[in-house]
């Protein structure tokens, strides 16, 4: 098969996350195409981010598979992934506050090394965001809260991801800023970014995104493309506990 | 005013030597949460390799690097032997691990070396002095000096502009987010370490060339001291290492020098009490570390 069709380049199957006796995600199935925006919507607590870091090997996966690009990468240490060209965009941005805008892309970029591929990879950063290239020698921890967002996600672009999961890439932030981060979704799927994101704007996601699911108590309670879930009630029994 | 400049430049000379020992113990605990109390071993190690090399007839200046050398890969050989099997235990287990092969080296160089002193032979230069504006100054401490600003300036250089000095930053401040940047931890608790047992070398060099010998326990004192100067410069943070171990020289050199002779007997706890004061002032020390929170991983 070819196109659209052919094995989607993220396929998680029974997914289960568990911090001790607690379960968070209980066999969760997803699966993203290459150069689709798929989101995970739901209540607080409904096992989003639990995924996301499950999927990253940041929280403890104690069930199921994971498949990226054709490649079982159940189990490896969050550290290999990226070299596979997956990566995630943390809730709460979480830039390194005590480092230089310029000196958080670097890290981003980590696996590059100091080679060309690292410089152009920052000078197409700044161009995205030119106030980063504005704030370069800047602490992070001086930036404002939709900057830090900005440089979170760029420095999270640095390693040149084929999947980017953003966790939470609205929170905490004023209403218009919130819509910068939206319109930059746009953008990065205009340049072929494939995204898994986690959001609780249910409203701006379904405007982005080609699919989502929907989460509710660690479980799939529904899913669909973006016009079906507009139409139907499922999102707002999710929210609601009504599964 | 003479003596006053003099004792300063002892003062700076044996505050550079105590900065450069707490900068490896902050290093090391910004990384991963570890007071490393073996780290005063790292300093006697390089003392014997000194002994060792003299021995074989080596030049001083050419048993230096080698026992520098020999501190980083003991460094490497610590962390991945004692630290990394207990890597994810509580800060306590990773004390106690520090103390025991603190212990345990002690105890080899007691039983294979010697429980007395070993002379280490210096090169003539060290014992010389120069005469700088009116007043002479020994070569060796003139040489502690330079080195120890030598060595910060090194150390700057490369956590600002090295991809693992940078990542060491990183890790220091949020591991897990540096792991999903593709550092491996492995790496960096490594680089840490050979950084510590670089500092560790290069101060065990500076602490023989003022004595001339090296004993089983030569580096326990100044260990003490570093994790004195490290607390009251801040725990974790480098600036603050550096500022709390010149701090620490400048308290015991003065205190040595103007205390009347009745009171010389109590200098230390003269100087610890000191030390409290500015720890009541400013609890977190000096100059604290800016996000210390030492992720374990």
């Known amino acids: ?243 | 005013m003479e003596f006053f400049l003099q004792q300063l430049f002892n003062a700076v000379s044996l505050g550079g030597t105590y900065a450069l020992l707490a900068l490896g113990l902050a290093i090391v605990f910004s990384i991963m949460g570890l007071i490393n109390f073996a780290h005063g071993e790292l300093m006697t190690i390089t003392g014997y390799t000194l002994y060792f090399c003299g021995l074989a007839g080596l030049p001083f200046l050419m048993a230096a690097p080698v026992g520098i050398a020999v501190a980083i890969g003991a460094a490497l050989i610590m962390e991945r032997a004692a630290f990394r099997p207990v890597r994810n235990a509580s800060p306590a287990t990773l004390l106690v691990t520090s103390f025991a092969v603190a212990i345990i080296l002690q105890t080899l160089f007691q039983n294979l070396i010697s429980t007395r002193p070993r002379p280490v032979v210096l090169p003539d230069f060290l014992s010389g002095t120069v005469e700088i504006g009116g007043f002479l100054i020994g070569n060796n401490q003139l040489l502690s000096i330079i080195v120890a600003v030598g060595m910060m300036v090194f150390l700057n250089w490369f956590l600002k502009n090295t991809p693992v000095g940078i990542a060491m930053r990183g890790a220091a401040e949020d591991f897990s987010v540096a792991r999903l940047m593709g550092v491996r931890a492995d790496a960096v608790i490594a680089g840490a370490f050979a950084l510590s047992g670089l500092l560790a070398g290069v101060a065990g060099i500076l602490w023989v060339s003022q004595r001339a010998s090296v004993d089983p326990f030569m580096g326990f004192t100044p260990v003490v001291k570093a994790f004195i100067a490290s607390i009251l410069g801040g725990l974790g943070s480098l600036t603050g290492a550096v500022a709390g171990g010149l701090l620490l020289g400048v308290v015991e050199i003065f205190l040595t020098a103007y205390l009347p002779e009745s009171l010389i007997e109590f200098k230390e706890p003269i100087g610890l009490a000191f030390l409290v004061c500015v720890l009541l002032v400013r609890p977190n020390g000096l100059l604290p570390a800016r996000n210390l929170h030492a992720e374990k991983v």
């Open chain 1, 1 to 243: 098969m070819t196109g659209p069709m052919a094995n989607p380049i993220l396929q998680v199957q029974g997914l289960t996350v568990a911090y001790g006796p607690v379960t968070a995600v209980r066999g969760v199935d997803i699966a993203v195409h290459a150069g689709e925006v798929v989101a995970l919507l739901g209540a607080n607590g409904a096992g989003k981010s639990s995924t996301l870091n499950g999927i990253v090997g940041l929280a403890p996966v104690t069930g199921g598979t994971i498949r990226f690009r054709d490649e079982d990468v159940t189990g490896l240490p969050t550290e290999r992934l990226i070299r596979r060209r997956l990566t995630l965009c943390p809730e709460g941005r979480r830039v390194f506050t005590a480092l230089t805008v310029e000196e958080n892309l670097r890290l981003g970029g980590y696996i590059k090394g100091r080679g060309r591929a690292f410089d152009e990879a920052v000078a197409d950063m700044y161009d995205l965001f030119p106030i980063l290239a504005e704030r370069r020698r800047q602490l992070a921890g001086t930036l404002s809260g939709g900057q830090q967002q900005m440089l979170a996600i760029a420095r999270a672009l640095m390693s040149g991801p084929e999947l980017l999961c953003l966790d939470e890439p609205s929170l905490g932030l004023a209403p218009q800023i919130v819509e910068q981060v939206f319109e930059l979704i746009t953008t990065l799927r205009g340049r072929g970014v494939t995204i898994l994101l986690v959001e609780q704007n249910v409203a701006l996601s379904l405007d982005v995104v080609d699919r989502a699911y929907l989460l509710a108590s660690g479980e799939v309670a529904g899913k669909g493309t973006a016009e079906e879930l507009k139409a139907s009630q499922l999102v707002e029994a999710a929210y609601l506990g009504l599964h």
